[in-house]
């Protein structure tokens, strides 16, 4: 068979760019506003979950990063929250029936701030009036009126029995606020040492005097407890009239104002007894036993009435677009500051912050939606919200530990779209396992991983990176250095019809090439400077790629890329790490021997092939039986390896390459080791198209190149993967000189004709194959060992 008819032409290896083009679309902006390329099918569906304002028709955008999810997303949503009304502002003001459950108040946009700023006001008015008020000469008249109806009873009391005493030669007098009787002789009043040279029958007569009296005085002010009770009684009431009197006009203007507001007349009608009561414990002069400054006074005022406005808007202001990276339980629903005072837990109305729900409610919540998920509390507690139509808040009461201290605030309305930002794996997870999730996420955006490679698109393309090469890194571009942006797109796709969609790769490789042409000093970003971010790149990433091509070029690792050998073909691998990529042969043998244990995959059994490989290994079976055993057993042992293997395997793109050399190991022929070969098979030996295409012909090319073209050597991909060849200049150019080759194959005898260099050979109406081709040997070989392996069980 002759290879050069299944052998690809340098022009076929890459995408062709149309340099003219270019030029045109670099002269002429796109026409139209550019936000976004690409991407019909995820915008349609964005417009269709913003349209609809029923609920559940939340939105789930679908894809990968760097596909553009998160602006696109952003964009709409902007352009959309421009049409719908600003949201109403909510506070939280105490509720002086029970502290742990504030009450929520709504106000139209801007009116919060008016709101509370009347309520500071009023603290500052309030501030001013007392203590003042109590020295009022009015207030002062009715208290000493009150204070002079007390001591008028008292001396009243007194007197009588001080008369009585004096009947009785007693003195009565009062010494440090204590009554105390005193005897009296010749008009002197005795003290105690005077009192001791009494004869024992006078200082008798005034024991018993004095006892008498005391039991008078008793009498006399027996009343006393209740003359100071109903004093304190009309002082208190004076107060708390002259208190009431002085707020009712600050309060009533408030409440004219506000007349409207049913919730704040409300709570104006219960801040008035708070505010007197406060006043007469705080700002009464006579009871500042604490000696507190005016500015803790005031905090004490702003903390016990002050509003606290947790969202706010001006009037005219969009519907909010809030996007929370971090949702856990507090961020979303909000949190409330707990602190604590000899072992109890304190906190009030004033330390509530507003979540991402408050923040977001009546406009849209952007959020990962694998975050959400791992944390399974928040995931509930939002369901839980949608389904209810109010802001979930028992994280307030959990966060607080302690019941006793902790918050429950009276709920707010909740009107918000949310959008997840997730997985295509993910999606599917949920809604197989959580039957909510589909009522509440309705409408999904699938974002492609593709743009079609057309005019248009490349003209889109070329238009935006102009504009951030402009605008963010102030630097021109060659038409040259667009077609190398435009190859790099084709390569990240893997298609020669389609651009990349992760348009952020793009930016980010312009971004690194400004660094190389900013080091030339250049105000224009060449071709050159693409290569040289390309290579920069390869060279910070590439230590792994270098030391395993080492190790083969030591000869660490076996590969041969000259001679022959039976058993022995060269696969190709891709290895991903991080966010790079690398292709890397890999030596595949096969043993065939006597036996009946069949196709032993040694991956396999050491536990480090996976899946999809060991199914790969299973088709073997399938092939050989239906290529080679129709008039007898297929009875054969055999073992395929991937030779210098020690970690996971998977995949099947080595398929063909393992029945390529279990093949040559049946029909023991040799494989040309200038080759090497990947692609997948079916059991009816069609070869199937497999991912890493590039890679894999460049990993193989540098392991030529170092030990030296000979012209032979080549790689063997399906004949369906022909339109993901996006190779590198320097392959396209070794095979443009005949130095290097790409071959695409069909089928599985395509592939043997190249390698063993032999006809493969076509089954006649016979049932046979032609002497002498490469079927013919292998239906002979696996016969006889068939013949030996049933003949010696028969025997």
Known sequence: MNKENNALSPMALAPKIDMAHVSNCMTIPYPESLNFIGQNRAQTAIDFALGMEMPGYNLYVMGEAAL????????????HSKTRKTPLEWLYVNNYDDHREPISICLQPGEGKVFCDDIDSLIDEIMDTFPAAFDNPGFQRKKK????????????AIDKVEIVAAEHSIALFEENDVLSFAPVVDGKQLDDAEFSVLSDDQKQYFYEVISKLEDALIDALIELPRWKRESSE????????????????????????????????????????????????????????????????????????????????????????IYEPNPTLGNIFGKAEYGSHQGSILTSYRTIQSGALHKANGGYLIVDAEKV????????????????????????????????????PQLIPLDVKIIFLGSRELYYLMQ????????????????????????????????????????ALELDLT??????????????????????????????LLNESSYYAKQDLSQVIEAHHITEALAGKQYRTGQMSESMLSDIKEGH????????????????TVLHVGDTSFGSPARITATVY???????????????GKAIHTKGVMLLTGYLGNKYAQDFALTLSSSIAIEQSYGYIDGDSASLAELCALISAITRLPIDQSLALTGSINQHGEVQAIGGVNEKIEGFFKLCKMRGLTGKQGVMIPHSNRLNLVLNEEVRTAVSNGHFHVYTVKTVDEALEILLNKPAGTLTNKGTYAKGTINQIALQRLSAISEVVNGADSE
């Open 479 to 508: 038409d040259e250095a667009i077609s190398q942006l435009l190859y790099f797109s084709y390569r990240q796709a893997e298609h020669q019809t389609k651009l990349s969609a992760r348009f952020a790769d793009i930016l980010e």
């Open 234 to 321: 009309k002082l208190r009431e004076l107060k708390k009239s002259t208190a009431e009197q002085a707020i009712k006009p600050l309060l009533k203007e408030l409440e004219f104002k506000y007349a409207a507001q049913i919730g704040i007349l409300k709570y104006l009608k219960e801040i008035k007894d708070e505010l007197i009561d406060t006043v007469l414990e705080w700002l009464d002069v006579e009871n500042d036993e604490n000696n507190k400054d005016d500015l803790d006074k005031r905090g004490m005022l702003t903390d016990y009435f002050a509003p606290n406005q947790i969202v706010d808007y001006k009037e005219g202001d969009a519907a909010p677009v």
């Open 594 to 608: 006597a036996g009946s244990e069949g196709v032993l995959d040694i991956e396999r059994e050491a536990e480090l």
């Open 432 to 471: 197989e396992y959580d039957e909510e999730f589909n009522e509440q996420f309705r409408v999904l955006a699938d974002f492609e991983f593709f743009i079609p490679g057309s005019d248009k698109f490349q003209y889109q393309f070329i238009t935006k990176v102009q504009e951030h090469a402009s605008k």
């Open 145 to 156: 009126a009150i204070d002079r109806a007390f001591n008028t009873k008292y001396d009243s």
């Open 557 to 572: 690792t076996l590969i041969d890329t000259q001679g022959e050998a039976i058993g022995k073909v060269n696969g190709l």
């Open 373 to 408: 998920m791992a944390n399974p509390q928040v995931w509930d507690a939002l369901k839980l919200s949608l389904k209810t139509h109010q802001i979930k808040n028992d994280c307030l009461a959990q966060d607080g530990g302690a019941g006793g201290g902790s918050l429950k």
């Open 68 to 79: 553009g999810r998160f602006s696109i997303v952003k964009d709409k949503l902007t352009q």
